[in-house]
């Protein structure tokens, strides 16, 4: 390496002589004596900035290389100097190691690296170039270098970026030496007078010992207990050869270690991808798997299986921590301390291609692939060629008459199997397994054809005929009406399931509107359920026409219609709902800026919790100790992160695998994106506003009308003392029963006369209610009162009203008005609004009509 720069060096000198005269042999002795870096620029800055390394003489006169400015526009001093110099292990003599000829000294250079920032100012538009001078010890001149940046176009985004600039060499200092750097920023604005930077440093003592530096014995001692060595994290590993076997696809690595002083127990060897950046391969040898060649120790490690035609970069570091924890390159602090830094050096390969051999170049002068496939045929005999042609002729016709036998039996079969399957037994041959269902297009037949049953008639038998031929079953009569066997919905649903489509699924929404960002969410939630996977979503914001039109409908059919209820537990649904609960009515909690729909969650809860398929969820940004009371004990869905076990749970089987829920594919889908931005956005807004719910809430006092509260309390009151009379009247009339037998006998044909006039039937109306019966005289005889509640013994009940025969019982006095309640009334027995306005008795009527009428009913 050193000898490919040297030239280099030498061009660039022989430029500088031609150019200032003032080059000395000096000047050209010193270059020859020194390495380093000419390019000062990273690689990732290479096509930015313009920076040139040539070495000087330290009596150089700048203000003719750069001459000052006329606008007096100078740059500034360099930001951020770094010196880090580094033990860097060799197989081969040091350049800086001097000419002794100890073993122990020929495996270590020392390698400086220096390094800052261009200004990051409005200054460095000025900047041409920096001059690097280094000073020995006792003040002794070293050397100079200037680094030339003047072809560089500085604009606003480099001097923004503040790239830096590095200064490299192996054999510029010595081991245990201490220098001084200065930087100066050209141009100056006079001689000496240029805007600098200075600092000092001292190099590393040599790993070896020599007796030359006068070093302490213990830092070179292999002492390696419970200790580290303070320069062990400024030493780094080296390459002794890297061989690359092709044919094999392996990469053998050699590397050298480190002496023993520096306690390093294993080394990690990496393999990189052609950029640096990505960790391929790696593996771990430790010292004792090492080789030792005299003072030299290495070690060897093989990556196989390789890729060919491509690029890696073989990399050395140490493991920084022994087996007892200790750290073995402690940057500060103490090997035992846990906060202390701890950091090794890794060492570096240049670029090694894996290519693909080339069979032609690793045999010379073997044959070609056709001259190889020639030499491996074998020599031909005719005889023996038609023998063997006439053998496999036989055997080709042999294996296609088996062929043709094997397909003519499954031919059989196949014939066997559709004829049994199609023409089976004779008494079954016009049945198909499939029933299907036949329209009918007259509809006035279809209802002339249903059997016609009155209420006097009792039940008859519907005649039935069976058309096995087309799979229904139709009446008697000779009609087009036909019932089908089987439904289609079945039907579907199978083919639904053949096909691995989903069913609809009918879901309710039920959340507390907190703010706009969360309902948002929800809304955007709604979205993805409905677009995504077919789910007939009910959102109170979609409904609203319905709403409006029917609030009380809505609110219980929307629970009755829905197969899953989500609740999306929030923290204002947690705090709303324990306000309704604790508050007893009289206050709740609002929005500042209140909705329209903001109090549908407190009326839609209680419905809700109802149903019999609930699936309780919260969004990340709400707490889980705000969840409901009642929905506490069931599992919580966070969305978005578990959102592919709610969509399993709202339909009832693992969907885990379907494509529409992986993670790709969710990541490319707009609506779910959109849902976790809105979660994103709500959470930073909760972070940013902790106490955002007691700022945009407020808590409304419920108004009572102290009127209303005393009319309620003085209608009670009333109640309560009919209740009395009534049951003081009733103890009384009960004792009196005893003592009246023909008496209740004409009071029961007299109340039958006159309530049978009209429909042939009774109605009594008790404080419990109205029951309405119809029936006989036997009937009736055979109703038993058991306990002051009557129970009926015959099957003449209907879904809306209790039919009831008619009970022993005994009417004192009725009046001639009831008749007109008779007439009056509707079906129930309950007074229309039309009876009230026309009859003049029945303006104002109570709760209890009898009463009013003072119409006595004893019960026997």
């Not at 030792?292 to 570091?317: A, Q, W």
Request: proline residues 5%.
């Amino acid at each position: 390496m050193l000898q490919i720069k040297f030239p280099t060096c030498l061009f660039v000198l022989l430029q500088l002589c031609l150019i200032f005269p003032f080059c000395s042999s000096q000047q050209l002795q010193q270059i020859k004596r020194h390495s380093f870096r000419e390019t000062c620029v990273d690689e990732h800055d290479k096509d930015l900035i313009s920076c040139i390394v040539s070495a000087v003489d330290c009596s150089i006169n700048i203000e003719k290389l750069f001459p000052p400015q006329t606008n007096n526009n100078f740059p500034s001093e360099a930001h951020d100097l770094r010196i880090e110099p580094f033990t860097k292990a060799t197989p081969h003599k040091g350049v800086n190691e001097g000419n002794d000829s100890n073993d122990h000294q020929q495996h270590h250079q020392l390698h400086v690296d220096i390094s800052w920032q261009i200004p990051p100012n409005n200054s460095t538009k000025a900047l041409k170039g920096f001059l690097l001078e280094i000073d020995g010890e006792n003040g002794r001149k070293h050397a100079c270098f200037l680094l030339n940046v003047s072809k560089t176009v500085w604009n606003t985004e480099n001097i923004a970026a503040s790239p830096r600039l590095h200064f490299s060499t192996d054999s510029l200092f010595n081991f245990g030496q201490s220098y001084q750097v200065e930087l100066f920023s050209l141009p100056e604005r006079s001689a000496g007078l240029g805007a600098s930077v200075h600092n000092q440093f001292k190099t590393p003592h040599h790993p070896s010992g020599s007796e030359t530096n006068a070093l302490n014995q213990q830092l070179i001692s292999p002492n390696c207990t419970k200790v580290a060595n303070q320069f062990a994290s400024k030493w780094t590993a080296g390459f002794r050869h890297i061989y690359v076997h092709s044919a094999a696809r392996i990469l053998q690595v050699e590397f050298v270690g480190a002496p023993p002083q520096f306690c390093f127990e294993q080394y990690e060897v990496r393999l990189l991808d052609e950029t640096g950046q990505e960790l391929l391969y790696f593996g771990v040898v430790p010292v004792e798997e090492m080789q030792k060649s005299g003072s030299l120790i290495f070690g060897t490690y093989n990556f196989t299986n390789l890729e060919y035609d491509k690029n890696y970069i073989p990399s050395v570091i140490p493991v920084e921590r022994a087996a007892d924890g200790r750290c073995l390159c402690p940057v500060s602090g103490k090997p035992y301390d846990e906060t202390a830094v701890c950091s090794c050096v890794a060492a570096d390969w240049h670029s090694v291609r894996m290519t693909r051999p080339d069979v032609l170049k690793l045999c010379p002068g073997c044959p070609s692939q056709n001259d190889t496939l020639a030499l491996l045929s074998p020599p031909v005999n005719y005889e023996n060629s038609l023998r063997d042609q006439g053998s496999n002729s036989t055997l080709w016709i042999l294996l296609l008459v088996f062929n043709c036998l094997f397909l003519l039996l499954i031919f059989l079969l196949i014939a066997a199997y559709l004829r049994c399957r199609i023409f089976g037994s004779a008494p079954y041959k016009n049945q198909f397994r499939r029933i299907r269902f036949i329209p009918t297009t007259n509809t006035q037949q279809q209802n002339h054809c249903l059997p016609q049953i009155s209420k006097s008639s009792p039940p008859t038998s519907l005649a039935v005929c069976t058309n096995l031929a087309l799979g229904t079953v139709s009446t008697s009569c000779n009609s087009s009406l036909a019932v089908p066997l089987i439904s289609s919905e079945s039907e579907e649903s199978d083919e639904q399931q053949k096909r691995g489509e989903w069913t609809n699924l009918t879901l309710l929404i039920i959340y507390s509107h907190d703010c706009k960002m969360h309902e948002q969410a929800v809304l955007t939630l709604a979205e993805f359920l409905r677009d995504r996977f077919g789910i007939n979503v009910k959102l109170d914001r979609w409904e609203t026409t319905q709403i409006d039109s029917n609030l009380t409908d809505w609110l219980s059919s929307s629970v009755i219609s829905a197969d899953k209820v989500l609740i999306i537990n929030s923290e204002g649904a947690w705090e709303r709902y324990l306000a309704k609960i604790n508050s007893h009515s009289h206050w709740v909690l609002e929005r500042n800026d209140r909705g329209l729909l903001d109090h549908l969650f407190l009326a839609h809860i209680d419905l809700a919790l109802q149903h019999h398929s609930i699936v309780s969820t919260r969004f990340a940004y709400s707490k889980a100790d705000k969840t409901l009371p009642l929905l506490q004990g069931r599992l919580q869905y966070i969305l978005p992160d578990n959102i592919s076990p709610l969509i399993s749970a709202l339909f009832g089987q693992n969907l885990r695998q379907d494509e529409r829920l992986s993670s790709s594919s969710l990541s490319e889908y707009s609506q779910f994106i959109k849902l976790k931005e809105c979660v994103k956005e709500m959470s930073e807004f909760i972070k940013q506003k902790p106490n955002w719910f007691a700022l945009s809430h407020s808590k409304i006092t419920t108004i009572v009308d102290e009127r209303e509260e005393k009319g309620e309390e003085k209608g009670r009151k009333e109640e309560e003392k009919k209740e009395e009379k009534i049951k003081i009247e009733e103890e009384t009339k009960i004792e009196e029963n005893s003592e009246m037998s023909e008496e209740e006998e004409i009071s029961s044909e007299t109340r039958k006369d006159t309530i049978g006039e009209s429909s042939g039937s009774s109605t009594a109306k008790l404080d419990s209610g109205i029951f309405d019966w119809t029936g006989n005289e036997e009937e009736m005889a055979s109703t038993k009162v058991m306990s002051g509640e009557l129970q009926k013994q015959t099957n003449n009940c209907s879904p809306h009203k209790l039919s009831l025969p008619l009970p022993n019982i005994g009417v004192k006095t009725f009046p001639d008005s009831i008749k007109s309640y008779n007439q009056n009334s509707d079906d129930s027995g309950i007074l229309t609004a039309d009876s009230i306005n026309s009859t003049d008795k029945f303006k104002q009527p109570k709760n209890n009509l009898i009463d009013e009428q003072k119409r006595i009913i004893y019960l026997s």
